[in-house]
Nanobody
């Protein structure tokens, strides 16, 4: 079985920065797209940023120019650097990855447990 573990959330003032990390573990053959989603209270979960194995990225319009997604394929880890944070960025942030496992063999999509980001005004 695969697993995603996130870290790095917290409380920060508006204009501040945070860096989220998400490490994948298990009998991993390869990891395809890795992404960050977020869900604010009373709202639907939304895509924040994604990155393919080849390095192509996609960002929500609301975070372009402020957030940067990156990954370390050797460590099976994806990061989200969040700068110039705004109160509207407050949400539970989830890591998502499409993973090819050896045991059991197959392609699976996993979610992390979520890490809270709170931005005060």
């Amino acid at each position: 079985q695969g697993k995603l573990v996130e870290s790095g959330g917290g409380l920060v003032q508006a204009g501040g920065s945070l860096r989220l990390s998400c490490a994948a573990s298990g009998s991993i053959f390869s990891i395809n797209t890795m992404a960050w989603y977020r869900q604010a209270p009373g709202k639907q979960r939304e895509l924040v940023a994604s990155m393919t194995t080849g390095g192509s990225t996609n960002y929500a319009d609301s975070v372009k120019g402020r957030f940067t997604i990156s990954r370390d394929n050797a460590k099976n880890t994806v990061y989200l650097q969040m700068n110039s944070l705004k109160p509207e960025d407050t949400a539970l942030y989830y890591c998502n990855a499409n993973v090819t496992l050896l045991i059991p063999f197959g392609q699976f999509t996993y979610w992390g447990q979520g890490t809270q980001v709170t931005v005060s005004s």
